[in-house]
């Protein structure tokens, strides 16, 4: 990106990700405001106005994650709700197409198990989902469907990667009228 080419070396992040409007980066705490300062001088129009988030108490979120500093140098991940978050969703007695609530079980549990780096912090953010869930109106067995639904797709995706894996190859051939 021309704007982190364009900083001070001095200046410049260890480490840059970016995704749509959101920026995780990794700089000296005393060169934090000169990289503000340089990413708002670059648009001419002052249409763009960048302002940083920093780590508080070892506590960093970013989109739907929060990272947390370990005493011994680690991080750790859990899921981030603001705190304005209400934990309504879907209510299980609404007029909507039954996957669809189950989807939202779906939904929670596998940030859960892709977000959540220790197996402690999984059982907390599951309970929590399950508690949130029930006061929409969940009841219990449909946490049961899904977690045999998910279950059944990790044992799917391995058989299809396995019956991939023997596939000697395959030909597309395009349909072209009079050839």
Known sequence: MHVIATAPIDVKPKFWKRYKDDILELVKKENADALTDH?????????????????N???LPCLDVLIVR???????????????????????HSHHPFHHKLGVIRTLMERCHNIVTEEEDKTIE???ITEALER??????????????????QWDKKSREERKAIRIGLVVIPFVKGV
């Not at 990413?39 to 780590?55: C, H, M, V, W």
């Not at 680690?74 to 299980?92: E, G, M």
């Not at 929409?136 to 797709?153: A, I, L, N």
């Open 70 to 92: 370990k005493d011994n140098g680690t991080i750790k991940l859990l899921v981030y709700r603001k705190s304005s978050h209400t934990d309504q969703y879907l209510n299980f």
């Open 39 to 55: 990413l708002n001088q670059t648009d001419a129009t002052g249409s763009i106005k960048f302002i940083d988030e920093r780590e």
């Open 126 to 128: 599951r309970r929590h």
């Open 136 to 153: 929409c109106g969940y009841p219990s067995w449909t946490f049961t469907k899904v977690k045999h639904q998910m279950e059944r797709s």
């Open 57 to 59: 108490d070892g506590h």
